[in-house]
Nanobody
Framework: QVQLVESGGGLVQPGGSLRLSCAAS????????MSWYRQAPGKQRELVAI???????NYIGSVKGRFTISRDNFKKTMYLQMNSLKPEDTAVYYC??????????WGQGTQVTVSS
């Protein structure tokens, strides 16, 4: 059974930091492209950052220089280090794993709230 479990969300003040984790089980983690998405209230889910199976990374413009995506294939875990957080980063953050021949899987999400 495939499972992606996010953790690390919470309430943080503007300018603060959080580190999200996405632990995978039931998949050959190393062959999946892994991504972080987020969905704010009343808005569509958007792709935040992606790390390919080969380790290449890409980010949306609004988080470049503040967020860092990484992965540990041995631990089957993906991370999102979020620094200099802003109120507009408030959202539910989801992890996604995708492989062209094996499909796409989602975690249940973790809430990130940036507020003073």
């Amino acid at each position: 059974q495939v499972q992606l479990v996010e953790s690390g969300g919470g309430l943080v003040q503007p300018g603060g930091s959080l580190r999200l984790s996405c632990a995978a089980s039931g998949i050959m983690f190393s062959i999946y492209d892994m991504s972080w998405y987020r969905q704010a209230p009343g808005k569509q889910r958007e792709l935040v950052a992606i790390i390919s199976s080969g380790g290449s990374t890409n980010y949306i413009g609004s988080v470049k220089g503040r967020f860092t995506i990484s992965r540990d294939n041995f631990k089957k875990t993906m991370y999102l280090q979020m620094n200099s957080l802003k109120p507009e980063d408030t959202a539910v953050y989801y992890c996604n794993g995708y492989n062209v021949s094996r499909g796409s899987f989602w975690g249940q999400g973790t809430q990130v709230t940036v507020s003073s």
